[in-house]
């Protein structure tokens, strides 16, 4: 079992930057995959980056890329997404989820853990 528990979402104006943290529990976070997802509302869920067990390899939705970076520390079972230059269509709640491949999968229904969103707002 994995619990997932994310932080540091809020509201911010267009331009700002943010770092979301999500926090899991357990010993075997390192053997997990790790990904960042958004919904937006009225939208279906998207995925935005993901990490693979040790970090070597990151992947990133075309709309994020330049933007955000996604890092994890498996000293501190903890996965980060640092997000600059937010723009309003950023605006979503943000979910950390794990997977036990090796590199992820953008594909939201291979992730087993799920942690329950953090929301990030942005005004223009």
């Known amino acids: 079992q994995v619990q997932l528990v994310e932080s540091g979402g809020g509201l911010v104006q267009a331009g700002a930057s943010l770092r979301l943290s999500c926090a899991a529990s357990?010993?075997?976070?390192?053997?997990?995959?790790l990904a960042w997802f958004r919904r937006a509302p009225g939208q279906d869920r998207e995925f935005v980056a993901r990490?693979?067990?040790?970090?070597?390899?990151?992947y990133y939705v075309d709309s994020v890329k330049g933007r955000f970076t996604i890092s994890r520390d498996n000293t501190k079972n903890t996965v980060y997404l640092q997000m600059n230059s937010l723009k309003p269509e950023d605006t979503a709640v943000y979910y950390c989820?794990?997977?036990?491949?090796?590199?992820?999968?953008?594909?939201?229904?291979?992730?087993?853990?799920w942690g329950q969103g953090t929301q990030v707002t942005v005004s223009s």
């Open positions: 989820a794990a997977d036990p491949t090796y590199v992820g999968n953008p594909d939201d229904r291979t992730y087993h853990y």
């Open positions: 990490i693979s067990r040790i970090g070597g390899r990151t």
């Open positions: 357990g010993r075997t976070f390192s053997t997990y995959a």
